[in-house]
């Protein structure tokens, strides 16, 4: 994604002494001093003489004419300034000189070109002792670092600065320091580092009471959070930011939150709203005459309208960001621009404008020397001529992006050209080679997620969808059994720390503080080493890159020692966060004589599956993918529930190609995509239907199952006083309905009861607790399901002073739920956030990773007396009162399901012989 260019501290900070404009005396004279200078430069005279008549007013003078508008005129007063100063008895002029042109040149965004007069100012001052002057010129010198993305040195600088601050009690100073030393930590991926500096500016401006400050450091925590995967909370700290910046008449940070909050949007799929707030953002840095912030909200408005599918307006906003990017002579941003008009171009399949403008973004980019977006641009060059049928020279553009990727090593530029590679190689009938090429970009993939925010790592994981498919089309043709299953595993099996929350969110809820602490300097430590040698060898010194790199693999070394402390201290955060997928042979060992696991994949065109046997494995090749997902939609299109008009079409594409034979009892199904939406149970109804995230987790989950518990706790009828907040989940903010019919519910199947106003978060972990390990754990309530932040989606409860009534799927996380079964029974809690190749992630998961063995949800909103019967009916088919063996959990979902089906009320109708009131409930999980 496009970045928006950063809102750093106020400049005015920057010197000591700035003159009012406000006294009416010396007003008068400056407007004067002012004319005096635009006069010399419209006659085209020097201004060494304007600059050495105002002494003690130079400051004022650059300050009067930038804020009239006239950049040029400012710039070259200073550089006057810088000459006359160098021959001043005062040894102190030569700083504040070059600490102006600094200023001026960091308004006008020429940052790279700041940087040179703002270390000389930093230098000056420090032989004269102004360490107050030194400070000042320390921050905005790491301001222009930070922003041509030099991070290391931009954070050296800055926290120099914020010490020299404190040391001269500029405090000021020292929280603009720290809130831009926030930003530096931010881009360098150290969040929790970033979130703690921001909040510490917040303290410092809010003690200054300085609401231009408070409202930047309130949007650069919306950043921070977005960077955590924290959504809800950035929405929330960006719309504070708005309203403080308002309320100041603040406008360029009213812009600016605006455009923090449309990136959020944009990253969680809600293209509208990013759009609209993007809109206003850039009628107020129109207003404000701010180019480069315009040319930012172009191009990301452009980003907007492609994800929208308006490609016209697309190309229309690049186009319009290449005008304002010209006009700064900011040829990386036109590259960059032109690199997006390419992108839309190859979506509308125009492929030979969309090579021309791939070739001019690489032109311009390796004129600018920005050697990361060459391998991208060739990349994507690659990929458009092999889609045109001109594989040698797509090969040949690899083969360019693999030479310079020696040099400059980018793990998710590797994992591209691995990628890229392997397509070709399907392409061209070389399947072993395809094979091997996508196994590479797979382990190159958990390497470029390792420290990662959320999002991050899901635009990362979008490149594992296409090595997904082109690694299991491959292995499918080559009839590779084992690859075909490494590759189906290796996605769904670390489907929940990549999809349902961060690995930093998981580990920080499982592990010690100890081991998190080594764990975030190993990486931290690798990352920089990393840096270190791609710095040595952009500038060509052998002998630092040949050291740079020992340093690197030592590393590397320390970061794998502490993924095995992870691993020693707590099985359950390596399963979450290291996991690795089950050989063929372990998963065939944890299946029964008649089960069988079914995978589903859409792969590309093709939908495939794949039937393992304890004791063999079938490979099928199902109908083209688009038939599958139109009969899907086809089956959903109910409002409430499905149409069973559309069950034997479904049937024929997914269930009668496998030819699974009479000896088959029960299916386990890791679905695909929208298919886990689907209630197998009626394409599949002799036999009994389980759902597996993964045969990994199907092995995982029954090593920990333990001792059976004996005891049912049960939670529902929540009090729902309270409204319903916007936290993220997109609620509606009206009070939710009592469901007085899951206090029945409860009564009917629990020992334990949590009812009414007992019905809380705490009261439930309490009871947790209590027991060693629970027989099921029954939670009868509203589900509230985010599909797009599926650790955001909870189940409703009572609020008390502690927890605010939502367990959300990240809380489940962090608690321990030891049961044999957790019966999810409220509306939609198998729903989820759908990934293409692992199916859904949600709730359901959360739970199985907490400790339990298996989930019992709906796949819709279902019906409360209906439910009410199937699941008192389930509980005593499976956990019989009297004390006898029950029967296992799938089979009593099945039978459950068939004794709602022919219920007959007394007047002997049968109320419930539809789909939608009993096949929603889906058993996740161990079958037995």
């Not at 002057?133 to 030099?150: D, M, Y």
């Not at 008192?872 to 039978?895: C, M, S, V």
Request: glycine content about 8%; charged content about 25%; proline content about 3%.
């Amino acid at each position: 994604m496009r970045a928006l260019p950063k809102v750093f501290a106020c400049l005015a900070l920057c010197l000591a002494g700035t003159a009012s404009l406000e006294a009416d005396d010396s007003k008068t004279d400056l407007e004067r001093q002012v004319e005096a200078v635009l006069d010399a430069l419209r006659l085209q005279e020097p201004l060494r003489a304007q600059v050495e008549a105002h002494q003690g007013q130079r400051w004022p003078v650059v300050d009067a004419l930038w804020r009239r508008k006239e950049q040029d005129a400012a710039a070259a007063y200073a550089r006057s300034w810088v000459e006359v100063a160098q021959s001043a008895s005062d040894h102190g002029e030569p700083a504040r000189a070059l600490h102006a042109l600094g200023v001026v040149l960091s308004r006008a965004d020429r940052h790279s070109v700041a940087i040179d007069p703002l270390e000389r100012a930093a230098k000056q001052y420090e032989r004269v002792g102004d360490a107050l002057g030194q400070g000042r010129a320390l921050n905005l010198l790491g301001v222009a670092r930070l922003s041509i993305g030099r991070h290391e040195d931009a954070l050296r600088d800055l926290e120099r600065a914020g010490a020299l601050a404190v040391a001269t009690r500029d405090q000021l100073a020292a929280a603009a320091a720290c809130n831009n030393a926030g930003l530096a930590l931010k881009d360098l991926g150290r969040f929790e580092e970033a979130r703690r500096r921001f909040t510490k500016a917040r303290g410092a401006y809010e003690a200054l009471d300085n609401g231009h400050g408070v409202s930047r450091v309130l949007n650069n925590l919306g950043l921070v959070s977005r960077g955590l995967g924290a959504y809800a909370q950035a929405l929330e700290y960006h719309g504070h930011a708005q309203r403080v910046a308002t309320g100041l008449k603040y406008d360029r940070m009213v812009a600016n939150a605006l455009s923090g909050a449309a990136l959020v949007n944009l990253e969680t799929g809600h293209y509208e709203e990013a759009r609209d707030a993007l809109a206003r953002a850039l009628a107020i840095y129109r207003r404000l005459n701010m180019p480069r912030m315009i040319a930012g909200a172009l191009g990301n408005i452009g980003i907007v309208q492609r994800r929208l599918g308006a490609y016209r307006q697309a190309l229309e906003q690049f186009q319009a960001a290449i005008v304002v990017e010209e006009t700064l002579d900011d040829r990386a941003g036109v590259a960059r621009s032109l690199g997006n008009m390419a992108v839309v171009h190859a979506l509308l399949g125009e492929h030979d404008q969309a090579l021309a403008l791939y070739k001019s973004s690489l032109e311009l980019k390796t004129a600018v020397g920005e050697v990361t977006g060459q391998i991208s641009t060739l990349l994507n060059m690659g990929s458009l001529l092999a889609r045109m049928g001109r594989r040698a020279e797509a090969e040949t553009a690899y083969t360019e992006a693999a030479e310079l990727l020696r040099a400059y090593p980018d793990q998710r530029n590797r994992m591209r050209l691995a990628t890229a590679q392997a397509s070709l190689h399907f392409a061209k009938g070389e399947d072993d080679k395809a094979v091997a090429r996508a196994k590479e970009g797979v382990d190159l993939l958990a390497e470029s997620l390792v420290g990662l925010a959320e999002e991050q790592g899901a635009r990362t994981r979008d490149w594992y969808d296409r090595l997904f498919d082109v690694g299991l089309r491959a292995a499918f043709r080559r009839g590779l059994h084992d690859a075909l299953i490494w590759f189906l595993e290796s996605g769904r099996a670390r489907s929940l720390c990549e999809s349902l929350g961060s690995r930093d969110r998981l580990e920080r809820a499982l592990l010690r503080p100890e081991t998190l602490a080594y764990a975030a300097r190993a990486r931290t430590e690798e990352r920089r080493a990393r840096e270190a040698y791609i710095r040595a060898r952009q500038r060509e010194k052998l002998d630092d890159a040949r050291v740079a790199r020992r340093a690197w693999e030592a590393a590397r070394v320390d970061r794998d020692r502490a993924s095995r402390s992870i691993q020693r201290e707590s099985k359950r955060a390596a399963d979450l966060t290291l996991s690795r997928p089950s050989s063929l042979r372990q998963i065939q060992a944890s299946l029964g004589p008649s089960d069988a696991l079914l995978y589903y994949a859409l792969a590309g065109e093709d939908g495939l599956a794949v039937v393992v046997h304890a004791e063999g494995v079938a490979m099928t090749r199902l109908a083209p993918s688009r038939q599958i997902e139109a009969a899907t939609a086809a089956l959903l299109s109910a409002d409430r529930g499905i149409d069973p008009a559309a069950l034997p079409r479904l049937r024929a594409l997914l269930v009668t190609p496998l030819d699974l034979g009479v000896q088959v009892r029960r299916v386990l199904v890791s679905p695909a995509g929208g298919l886990g939406y689907v209630p197998f149970a009626l394409l599949f109804p002799e036999q009994e239907v389980v759902y597996v995230p993964s045969g990994t987790t199907l092995g995982l989950l029954a090593e920990g199952s333990g001792k059976t518990g004996t005891k049912v706790l049960g939670v529902g009828d929540p009090e729902y006083r309270a409204k319903a907040s916007e936290d993220g989940l997109r609620l509606r903010k009206s009070t939710l309905p009592p469901l007085p019919a899951t206090k029945r519910e409860v009564e009917a199947v629990a020992n334990l009861r949590l009812l009414g106003k007992d019905a809380t978060e705490t009261g439930l972990q309490d009871a947790l607790e209590d027991v060693v390990r629970w027989r099921s754990v029954h939670l009868a309530c509203h589900g509230l399901i985010d599909t797009q932040r599926p650790m955001l989606s909870a189940l409703a409860l009572t609020a008390d002073d502690e927890n605010d009534g939502f367990l959300t799927a990240l809380e489940t996380l962090r608690m321990r739920v030891p049961s044999d079964l957790v019966v999810l029974s409220a509306c939609n809690t198998a729903r989820g956030k759908i990934y293409k190749t692992e199916g859904i992630v949600g709730l359901a998961r959360a739970f199985m990773y907490a400790g339990a063995s298996r989930v019992l949800c709906s796949l819709w909103k279902v019906d409360d007396a209906a439910t009410q019967a199937l699941m008192i009916r389930f509980y005593e088919l499976w956990n019989p009162k009297d004390g006898t063996k029950g029967l296992g959990a799938a089979a009593a979902l099945k039978q459950a399901q068939a004794y709602v089906r022919a219920f007959r009320d007394q007047d002997g109708k049968a109320p419930w012989t539809h789909p939608n009131y009993w096949a929603a409930w889906v058993l996740w999980g161990l079958p037995d």
